[in-house]
């Protein structure tokens, strides 16, 4: 039977809850900083997150709930767009560096076992590649840069979650099977992308994804968990694992491959 490998780790939601406190925060400020008059506070955020990358989700907002917006003194979209989202990537690097975005119950813990068994890791998102780095140096150091065998961020691929682009690419970069393999995840996109790429796929909710479709997970958890901080099971089982172990992971990696299908869920 094939022996799990590689674990394949999504960003923002899945390593950190970045969104409602991160990248909310760091696109009003790019706003404000040109003088525009948007403020997507919490709800209205949770209905943008609808849509993949920070680029895509400003040309969503514009023209999905703003009547006929168009740049001042005529400029080219793409350029307004491209240079808002450029500022916005400046204020949410700077809440990075500031340390305001700690990584979520027992990512660290998880990490440094998995390196502990070597299993290969990599990192498949949709954020910017810079806001992948600045998250791991300051939450984990910058060794932690080499821990990932790559780091499959943003642009570098032609269409953004739900494709299953960038899950494909990196493993094809690792050079892994989707067998071999176990992807993290935290939301309805993710996880479209992910079982597009034939990944099973571990879920953490957040927030804004709990009541998301994830019938296609191994299993639905709250969180990693910790010593004394145990993990809810929100669908799946767990058996008597009370946080996100290699030996859990294992157990629901083997199970799967036996059962053939790529969901666990009762
Ligand atoms: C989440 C996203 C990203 C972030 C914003 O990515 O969709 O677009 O919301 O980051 P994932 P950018 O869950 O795949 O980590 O503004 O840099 O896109
Ligand atoms: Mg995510």
Redesign the pocket.
């Known amino acids: 039977m094939t022996k799990l490998n590689a674990l394949l780790f999504?960003?923002?939601?899945t390593l950190a809850d970045t969104?409602a406190d991160g990248?909310r925060i760091a696109f009003n400020k790019a706003f404000a900083e040109a003088d525009i008059d948007w403020n997507w506070n919490v709800e209205l955020y949770g209905k943008l997150l609808a849509v993949?990358?920070?680029k895509e989700?400003i040309k969503f907002y514009m023209e999905d709930f703003l009547s006929d917006f168009s740049p001042k003194n005529g400029e080219d979209i793409q350029q307004f767009v491209a240079a808002l989202?450029k500022r916005?990537?400046f204020f949410y690097l700077e809440m990075l560096q500031q340390g305001e975005i700690p990584l979520r119950s027992g990512v660290k813990r998880l990490l440094n076992e998995a390196r502990a068994e070597g299993l290969r890791l990599g990192i498949a998102?949709?954020?910017?590649p810079e806001?992948v780095t600045y998250l791991l140096t300051a939450t984990l150091g910058e060794e932690s840069l080499e821990w990932f065998e790559v780091i499959a961020a943003?642009d570098i691929v032609p269409a953004k979650?739900p494709a299953a682009d960038i899950y494909q690419y990196a493993m094809d970069k690792m050079g892994i099977s989707a067998d071999e393999t176990l992807a993290f995840e935290?939301?309805e996109n993710?996880i479209l992308s992910s079982n597009g790429a034939s990944l099973r796929t571990i879920i953490t909710t957040n927030s804004y994804t709990m009541n998301h479709d994830f019938s296609d997970a191994l299993i639905v958890l709250d969180q990693m968990g910790e010593d004394g901080q145990p993990f809810n099971v929100l669908a799946g089982d767990a058996g008597t694992h009370q946080q996100l172990t290699v030996a859990m992971l294992q157990e629901l990696h083997a199970r799967s491959l036996i059962s053939g299908k790529k969901e666990a869920l009762e």
């Open positions: 999504d960003v923002d939601g969104e990248h993949t990358g920070g989700r989202h916005k990537t998102t949709t954020t910017t806001n943003g979650k935290d939301s993710g």
